[in-house]
């Protein structure tokens, strides 16, 4: 399963974890993570945590720029979710991985929106989050 922004959120208190319901009045040194009027043009930075499967995506990076359209966000993590990444500065969930035996993942931008010509150098290209699910659909359907 890979869950995208809500769908993020969804996986996070499927597992029994919470939710920031608004993060401008919940978090108020948080960035502004929804724009209207930008909508996938609004964006900010976020930062890998080291050694986890998403990192391990994008080698020799530490940061990226991603696109933010969610003004609720991952609180309590759920139970064998691990974060692995959270924006820059604020320090909000951008990304969570269950440590269970099946693919579940979970990012809060929408990665199907950036790829190819015209995404910039420093913002996250999604093929690589993509094709790492699509690699663990086949690899589950070959199992059948």
């Not at 996986?11 to 909508?39: C, E, M, S, W």
């Not at 996938?40 to 976020?46: A, D, P």
């Not at 609180?75 to 579940?104: C, F, H, Q, T």
Request: charged fraction near 20%; aromatic fraction near 10%; charge should be neutral.
């Amino acid at each position: 399963m890979l869950g995208i922004c809500r769908g993020c959120q969804l996986i996070n208190v499927a597992f029994g974890g919470t939710l920031y319901q608004d993060i401008g009045t919940q978090v108020p040194q948080a960035l502004d993570h929804r724009d209207i009027a930008k909508y996938e043009q609004n964006f900010h930075s976020l930062e890998f945590v080291p050694g986890t499967t998403l990192a391990k995506l994008y080698p020799n990076r530490s940061t990226a720029m991603i696109n933010t359209i969610h003004h609720q966000a991952v609180n309590k993590l759920g139970r064998g979710m691990v974060v692995e990444a959270m924006a820059v500065p604020d320090g909000i969930v951008e990304a969570i991985r269950w440590r269970g035996p099946s693919y579940v993942f979970g990012v809060q931008w929408h990665p199907e929106f950036m790829f190819g010509p015209g995404i910039g150098e420093d913002h996250l290209d999604g093929s690589p989050i993509l094709n790492e699910f699509l690699d663990a659909a086949r690899a589950r359907k070959a199992k059948r």
